[in-house]
């Protein structure tokens, strides 16, 4: 498995011959959007109305269960955080044995059930910036009630994103860790089998 990041919530994961990629941004953030072929597209938020995926892809937001060739997916509606305009919705993916927690736009508390699916995931997806998301201090908590292997920080500040937000190293501070920082993860089962506590990772552009 090989992830990439392209700023905010964007990350392109390849697994088993297919490419999934997370809540795809406009060039109106000020980033540069992915480009290229997508065989599923998994949205954290989702706007009324809601949009339509493209020709050949697969399109998940929302509750529910999904299955897509060998990969398994399971959406946790965020109500508290939702309102007549957006819907949001946090997942837990598994894939090549290993199993992906994506908490998206999260800026309040986790559903108990969400909660319970996403204890002890080998990675864990993360808002590290703080502000409009979860605050970092409480990101911190999260990640050790959770107890991942791996947290990829998200949604955190970077050169030429016009919203505000803070940086990853306030997270890093909070968690008591130094990082790795990457240009792209592979991931393996055997890997994940040696990672002893939390690693945070963050990943370049």
Same mark, same amino acid.
């Given at each position: ?35 290229? +072929? ?23 937001r929302g509750a ?13 509606? *965020? ?5 007549? +305009? ?16 994506? #908490?998206?736009h999260l800026s ?25 998301? *979860? ?6 908590? #999260?990640?050790?009630q959770l107890s991942?292997? #791996? ?30 920082? *990457?240009? +792209? *993860? ?20």
């Open positions: 498995m090989v992830i990439n990041w392209y700023g905010e919530g964007c990350f392109k994961i390849q697994t088993g011959g297919l490419t999934l990629l997370t809540d795809p941004f406009e060039s109106s953030t000020g980033l540069t959007p992915a480009r290229g +072929k997508n065989d599923i597209i998994l949205k954290t938020l989702t706007s009324w109305p809601m949009d339509e995926s493209a020709e050949g892809e697969k399109l998940i529910g269960e999904y299955e897509i060739q060998k990969i398994n997916i399971r959406g946790f509606g *965020l109500p508290k955080e939702s309102t007549e +305009k957006f819907f949001k919705t946090a997942y837990k993916l598994t894939t090549e044995e290993i199993s992906l927690g994506f #908490l998206g309040d508390e986790l559903s108990q059930e969400a909660r319970q699916a996403l204890q002890n995931a080998d990675v864990l997806f993360i808002p590290a910036g703080g502000k409009p998301f *979860l605050n970092q201090e409480t990101a911190a908590k #999260l990640v050790k991942p292997k #791996l947290v990829i920080a998200s949604f955190f500040k970077i050169p030429g994103l016009k919203r505000t937000g803070a940086d990853w190293k306030n997270l890093a501070e909070e968690m008591g860790q130094k990082p790795e920082t *990457l240009e +792209k *993860l592979t991931i393996r089962r055997k890997e994940i089998n040696e990672q002893k506590g939390t690693k945070l990772i963050v990943l370049k552009i």
